[in-house]
């Protein structure tokens, strides 16, 4: 398990106990969003201090769709863009990984 897949198993632990959204600090720009659903997980990647537009993210997702298509660019009510990706769920520990295309493809997308 790789460290961006040790940080998310984490999260989607502490979701579980807890019942509700975690957040962590991934680094001093990036930030995640764990929540827990029946089947799935969802995984809410943002940037802080991100100047990029939704059609930079749009354009950068159409041009590299093998790396960023698993990842669905969103808008926050405030304006702030993120990137959602849903990993499947298998009992109530095992998560689907993130596999190559994890969080620094969400990075890449937003960056």
């Known amino acids: 398990m790789n460290e ?37 997980i969802i995984v809410t990647v943002g940037l802080s201090g991100n100047r990029t537009t939704s059609v930079q993210i749009l354009q950068r997702r159409y041009e590299r769709p093998e790396r960023l298509s698993a990842w669905l660019p969103a808008m926050m009510k405030d304006g702030t863009l993120i990137a959602v990706r849903r990993l499947t769920r298998w009992g109530s520990n095992r998560v689907e990984s993130l596999g190559a295309v994890g969080l620094g493809a969400a990075k890449e997308l937003l960056a």
Do not use: G, K, M, N
């Open 4 to 40: 961006e897949d040790a940080l998310i198993h984490r999260a989607f632990q502490a979701a579980l106990q807890s019942r509700s959204p975690i957040q962590v600090d991934v680094d001093s720009h990036t930030w995640l969003v764990v929540e827990v659903l029946s089947d799935f």
